[in-house]
């Protein structure tokens, strides 16, 4: 095994994607109660039902959320996403975003890496909501 370091060429996490069964409903959600900004949000096909690619912006923020779900991964919609969002106080975050009616698992928890709560969005998907 060679530990030779290889230069990267990657610069960064241009958007993350969270499986969601109605795209209307989430992008209420995560622009009205969790404050997110839509960057795009333009049709992927012919008729009134063709999905949307919909890019959300979370201020301040390179890294944007995708609200879209291709066909094949239908089956993660309501499942623990694996992302991570930061914000400088949980629990102000956690008290604000209950009072706007965001569902969680449960209150903060402080551990030795840091602050988190796990919200989890109108289909049930859970996020990490943690201190950086």
Known sequence: MTTETVPCLLRGLKFASIPVGDQDRALAFYTGKLGLAVATDQPMGEGADAPRWIE?????ADTRLVLFTPEEHRDRVGTFTGLSVWTEDVETAYRIYVERGVEFVGPPAVEPWGT?????????????LSSR
């Open 56 to 60: 959300l912006r979370i201020p301040g």
């Open 116 to 128: 988190y709560a796990l919200l989890k969005d109108p289909d049930g998907n859970v996020i990490c």
